[in-house]
């Protein structure tokens, strides 16, 4: 249900992201006002991070975690239930927005006072829709957390975990951390709206920059909520398809949990034209640049596990070493915007915008395909057309380059971004970025009426009982639990048992 509710929502906030683009082809006003196409920006980049990649990823979470630690199932069931439900309620919502005085608010997702406090009734759609995500996100942290550290298997210690565990207990902490940070700032944005606080209203003393500050508290960390499930997943993929074990496995927990703590301790990069003093612009400056070691120490454990390994090359394994790439060029551009001179020129360009997109949809959703690949087989018992999957990653990875790689060069020359309109020197790389974008979309409606359908109806070869023989290397082996109802010793994993090597 959640992949599904992910899936809806991802295909809601592409049809918005065309729009975006569709505006763009050409200079002047094609389709959109100002202030409708502020709206859709918004609303693309609320539904995409809290609709679509987050979801997709707890997904994930409820259906690989209790299988690969030899849990019966999550913890709470109960709770689980309840989170799910409220995020139909919450996308409700916030595509109900729409419908209001004021739109969708064009506050931009991150909801600015003192933008936001001037808006129309929409924006308190959005602030109460976001605060039923952040509850249900607050759950299914809780939820996995609980699994994780109370329901492993006998024998399975944390350090034998499969990685794609490690990285989402890593990221429930941090969930549960941030999420009542951004529940705290919209909350206070919402009395400033209606009760007559001044927070960040600096007509009667408040600070706007206290949000920002609030804001990205929040946001940094969850950068790394959408990105640590996928490093996860990669972790799981890669090795299979090398037939070789994960090389520097808890070298690799530790970069994990390194980048979790790291992560509070970079907010402010995103607000160096904020008159930071030089002091502060050095320390965010450096401990930004610190985050790039640990990332580093992934990517480079990634290529070492293919290194002189037996690669094929099926369609998980090309989202896998697909994300490895397109995600090494978004980090790149991050050390880059790292740089508080350089960023201050480049902040709020297309530049930013080419970055993080590089980052979350070349990164997080390149990974969710990685995974569904691999994963499906044993899901729908099916196995998915490999023709097809292979024409679904080409076409992305042509398209997304093609859609978003341009976007550094229209940033570099100061094109800035959440403008509806340009002059005619960005024109050609728009109407280049404008195509590549919609042919990446088209690929994920392929995606789910050619690949995802048939999955659900059954129609495909029926998957073995290790659908990956041949491919797969390496397979977790953890004994069941006893049943509860009887008292028989739980048989002990041997130390070298947790791998078997076929």
Not at 92 to 98: D, E, M, P, R
Not at 148 to 175: E, S
Request: net charge neutral; with cysteine.
């Amino acid at each position: 249900m959640y992949l599904l509710f992910s899936m809806t929502m991802l295909m809601l906030g592409g049809v918005l992201a065309m729009g975006i683009r569709a505006e763009l082809f050409q200079p002047g006003l094609q389709l959109l006002a100002p202030e409708m196409y502020n709206q859709l920006v918004t609303l693309h980049g609320l539904i995409m991070v809290f609709g679509a990649i987050m979801p997709a990823f707890v997904g994930f979470a409820n259906w690989m975690v209790p299988l690969q630690i030899g849990a019966s199932d999550m913890a709470f069931a109960r709770m689980n239930n309840f989170s799910f439900w409220l995020l139909v309620p919450a996308a409700s919502l916030l595509a109900g927005s729409f419908l209001l005085e004021g739109g969708a608010t064009a506050a931009g997702w991150t909801l600015y006072p003192p933008l936001s406090l001037q808006m129309g009734p929409s924006m308190d759609l959005a602030i109460f829709a976001l605060h039923l995500m952040g509850a249900s996100s607050i759950m299914g942290a809780i939820n996995i957390i609980v699994t994780i550290l109370n329901m492993r298997a006998p024998g399975m210690t944390l350090m034998k975990m499969p990685l794609f565990c490690w990285t989402w207990l890593i990221t429930a902490y941090l969930l549960i951390a941030v999420m009542p940070v951004l529940a705290g700032a919209i909350t206070m944005t919402l009395t400033d709206r209606h009760f007559g606080t001044s927070f960040f209203n600096p007509a009667s003393g408040g600070d706007p920059v206290m949000f920002q500050h609030l804001f990205w508290f929040f946001g940094h960390p969850e950068v790394y909520i959408m990105i640590l499930p996928a490093f996860g997943i990669i972790s799981q993929v890669i090795p299979a398809f090398s037939r070789k074990r994960l090389f520097g496995y808890a070298s690799m927990v530790y970069a994990s949990g390194a980048i979790a703590v790291l992560s509070f301790v970079v907010w402010a990069h995103h607000m160096f034209t904020t008159g930071m003093p030089v002091t502060g612009q050095l320390f965010f400056m450096y401990t930004t640049m610190l985050v790039a070691v640990p990332t580093g120490v992934k990517v480079f454990n990634w290529v070492a596990t293919m290194w002189r390994g037996s690669m094929t090359f099926e369609t998980p394994m090309l989202w896998a070493i697909g994300f490895i790439f397109v995600f090494s060029i978004g980090g790149l551009s991050g050390v880059i915007l790292s740089v508080s001179p350089i960023d201050i020129q480049l902040h709020d360009t297309h530049y930013v915008v080419a970055h993080f997109h590089y980052v979350l949809v070349a990164g997080s959703l390149f990974a969710i395909f990685s995974g569904y690949y691999y994963w499906a087989p044993k899901w729908t018992g099916v196995m998915y057309s490999e023709k097809r999957g292979q024409l679904h990653f080409w076409w992305s990875l042509i398209s997304f380059n093609i859609g978003f790689f341009p976007l550094h060069f229209l940033g570099l020359a100061g094109m800035p971004r959440r403008y509806a309109d340009y002059p005619m020197q960005f024109a050609d790389f728009n109407a280049i970025a404008s195509v590549g974008a919609a042919a990446f979309g088209l690929a994920q409606v392929y995606f789910a009426l050619f690949v995802v359908l048939p999955a659900m109806r059954g129609k495909g070869e029926p998957a073995p009982q290790r659908p990956w023989e041949g491919a797969e290397g390496l397979e977790w082996e953890v004994p069941s639990p006893a049943p509860h109802h009887t008292f028989a010793t739980p048989p002990k994993l041997d130390s070298t048992a947790n791998f078997v090597v076929r």
